[in-house]
């Protein structure tokens, strides 16, 4: 079941995450991409791209960088159902993944190379993709690390030289936001206080 890790991890009626539909592969088009900023118990970008109908997923805890040389560290984690893309919310405490996240870029993903085969290019350990986004464009890579010094997680996240490098612009500092509603994730976890302050309490009313 291609989804049972992302379920198992999760209880539906305690999180506002999506259940998700089961996998529903594209035959035609272009694939999405999102990148979701995650204050978890530590900070991080979820990049998500959709490959035989889930999102395959890499936490990274400096997000993506437009400077080839710097290669960011990638977690993989479990996949996730194409309806997680439109998440942004707060995962409650005591949820796995207990935190805010907004939807911090989202576009079209096409892969440049181990496009006959994702998931046997997944498996040997190398992805480039190109991305249409609206702060994430041009080509990167995910490269798998091998050796016994690294978990069978961890991969790296390179931006591949191409016309929209740049060593000194960092995307991250200066597009903080969502690309959805515009907010920061400090603005949304602000957003979700006020919804709870405006709830109304029920009145106690003492025996008569
Ligand atoms: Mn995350």
Redesign the pocket.
């Known amino acids: 079941m291609p989804l049972e890790t992302y379920r198992a991890k999760r209880d539906f009626s305690k999180t506002p995450e999506p259940k998700g539909r089961d996998p529903r592969p594209r035959r035609r088009g272009k694939a999405t991409f999102v990148v ?1 900023k ?1 204050q ?1 118990s530590h900070l ?1 970008y ?1 990049l998500r791209l959709e490959i035989d109908g889930v999102l395959k997923s890499w ?1 990274v805890p400096r997000g993506p960088s437009y400077n080839p040389d710097d290669k960011r560290a990638a977690f993989q ?1 479990e996949d996730h159902p194409l309806e997680y893309a439109s998440f942004e919310g707060v995962i409650p405490p005591g949820s796995y ?1 207990a935190g805010a ?1 907004i939807v911090w870029d989202e576009g079209t993903m096409r892969i440049t190379e181990g496009a006959e085969d994702p998931i046997a290019a997944l498996s040997s350990g190398k992805l480039a993709f190109v991305l249409e986004g609206t702060k994430l464009k041009g080509e990167w890579a995910l490269v798998k690390l091998k050796g016994k010094k690294y978990q069978a997680n961890e991969w790296l996240l390179i931006k591949h030289r191409d016309g929209y490098v740049s060593a000194d612009w960092d995307v991250t500092e200066e597009a903080p936001w969502s690309v959805v509603s515009g907010l920061t994730l400090e603005g949304l976890i602000e957003r979700e206080i006020r919804k709870l302050e405006s709830v109304k309490k029920p009145e106690v009313r003492g025996p008569k």
Do not use: E, L
Request: proline share 0%.
């Open positions: 979701q995650h978890a991080h979820d936490a984690t993944g996240m």
